[in-house]
């Protein structure tokens, strides 16, 4: 398999529609900063035939309308794009509003054992620095934000939770993820927010972008 780095992204068909362009084989800050570039700059002036461009943790997949285009001719448009270096937009900088620990952070005490800080301690660290927004998905509105340093990671649990509720903060891999709706998870959960990322009656449904900053505050 060739190698996938921010410089040398792959460009992949999916089915008789799809595109996906990646940027990295695993997870890291460079590859999803190139993945959320490459994707805001398609997404302004969009190639023709193409419908659909959405952004993920290391690549972007885009979606094209095989009457109007073909996988070559946007292909080649794609890689004449590559060989700038398109930046993401302008982040939005939002506060989150959290209640750490208790019945909305069942896994705060234990979390923070595990790194050897106290409650206040891990709650003074992950709230120190704003994240950055990698991409949302998986389930409606869910939001992957990064990266915590080398001192906060740690990684998901054993056992799976059947369903927690939309809101609920979620830690592991070094990454700070927040619930739309209600879920199962493997992530610790560390507290409860009342934002929501997710409202089926708005345009767009989602309030938060890749790229966005988001700011903890404990309350």
Do not use: K
């Not at 529609?17 to 805001?40: K, M, P, T, W």
Request: glycine share 10%.
């Amino acid at each position: 398999m060739a190698f996938i780095a921010p410089d040398r992204p792959m460009i992949v068909p999916l089915g008789d529609s799809g595109i996906l362009v990646r940027f990295g084989e695993q997870l890291d800050d460079a590859a999803n900063r190139a993945a959320i570039g490459f994707a805001d700059s398609v997404l302004q002036s969009p190639p023709a035939g193409v419908e659909e461009v959405v952004p993920s943790l290391v690549s972007v997949f885009l979606r094209y309308d095989p009457m109007q285009s073909d996988f070559g001719g946007i292909c080649g448009e794609l890689r004449l794009r590559l060989t700038g270096r398109p930046s993401a937009h302008s982040p939005n900088t939002h506060i989150i509003e959290v209640r750490f620990g208790g019945a909305d952070g069942p896994d705060l005490e234990a979390v923070a054992a595990e790194l050897g800080l106290d409650a206040p301690g891990f709650i003074a660290r992950h709230n120190a620095l704003p994240l950055r927004v990698l991409t949302t998905g998986f389930a409606p509105g869910f939001v992957y934000c990064g990266f915590h340093p080398e001192g906060l990671v740690l990684p998901r649990r054993q056992s799976v939770r059947p369903m927690v509720p939309a809101g609920s903060v979620l830690f592991a891999a070094g990454q700070t993820a927040i619930a739309a709706t209600d879920i199962p998870t493997g992530w610790h959960v560390i507290g409860r927010t009342a934002f929501r990322n997710f409202d089926p009656l708005t345009d767009p449904p989602t309030q938060l972008r890749a790229g966005d900053l988001l700011t903890f505050r404990a309350i």
